[in-house]
T-cell receptor, first 113, second 109 residues
Framework: DVKVTQSSRYLVKRTGEKVFLECVQDMDHENMFWYRQDPGLGLRLIYFSYDVKMKEKGDIPEGYSVSREKKERFSLILESASTNQTSMYLC????????????FGDGTRLSIL | KNEVEQSPQNLTAQEGEFITINCSYSVGISALHWLQQHPGGGIVSLFMLSSGKKKHGRLIATINIQEKHSSLHITASHPRDSAVYICAVQRGGADGLTFGKGTHLIIQP
């Protein structure tokens, strides 16, 4: 079974801090994704990556950056956390090539105070 | 207008009823996904469709590419089916998903 592991289930940080959210998958998937989920807005794509060191902006990349130095790890970085980045963050991965199902982590509920 | 529209937003039904959730989209896609999210956040992929119909147990998903419409059906619904069901579309293989707002389903015993 595919396992997508997010480093923290709950995280509390302060405004202005640099925040790292880590995601690791164990199935050698080429594609990895970061989404955020907010009440009334649903899930939205922040960034994705189709290969090591490659990254593409999603629908709401402002205020975020990503890093993919190794195939199994995809990090989401909040450069200077703000209260409007309080949200549930979900990582997902999928095999490369033609469209494939995405496998999701359990999510990180991030609160910025 | 959202690219992916789901209906209904909320649905409460009695155990055993036949359930239908609808999804319409307005963009060209390579695949449509149906996802299930239980309280606590975990998301599970139920189906990925490019055409036609798929069945898994009591769940059936259909897609009409020309109409840009998909439906998720649950037969003989059970309280354990209570969850949020989310429709999402994908343009290409490495692309992220664009999601509907979800349907909150409650099945009462």
């Amino acid at each position: 079974d595919v396992k997508v592991t997010q480093s923290s289930r709950y995280l509390v940080k302060r405004t202005g801090e640099k925040v790292f959210l880590e995601c690791v998958q164990d199935m050698d998937h080429e594609n990895m994704f970061w989404y955020r989920q907010d009440p009334g807005l649903g899930l939205r794509l922040i960034y994705f990556s189709y290969d090591v060191k490659m990254k593409e902006k999603g629908d709401i990349p402002e205020g975020y950056s990503v890093s993919r130095e190794k195939k199994e790890r995809f990090s989401l970085i909040l450069e200077s956390a703000s209260t409007n980045q309080t949200s549930m963050y979900l990582c997902a991965s999928s095999m490369g090539g033609a469209v494939k199902p995405q496998h999701f982590g359990d999510g990180t509920r991030l609160s910025i105070l | 207008k959202n690219e992916v529209e789901q209906s209904p937003q909320n649905l409460t039904a009695q155990e055993g009823e036949f359930i239908t959730i609808n999804c319409s989209y307005s963009v060209g896609i390579s695949a449509l996904h149906w996802l299930q999210q239980h309280p606590g956040g975990g998301i599970v992929s139920l189906f990925m469709l490019s055409s036609g119909k798929k069945k898994h147990g009591r769940l059936i998903a259909t897609i009409n590419i020309q109409e840009k419409h998909s439906s998720l059906h649950i037969t003989a619904s059970h309280p354990r089916d209570s969850a949020v069901y989310i429709c999402a579309v994908q343009r290409g293989g490495a692309d992220g998903l664009t999601f509907g707002k979800g349907t909150h389903l409650i099945i009462q015993p």
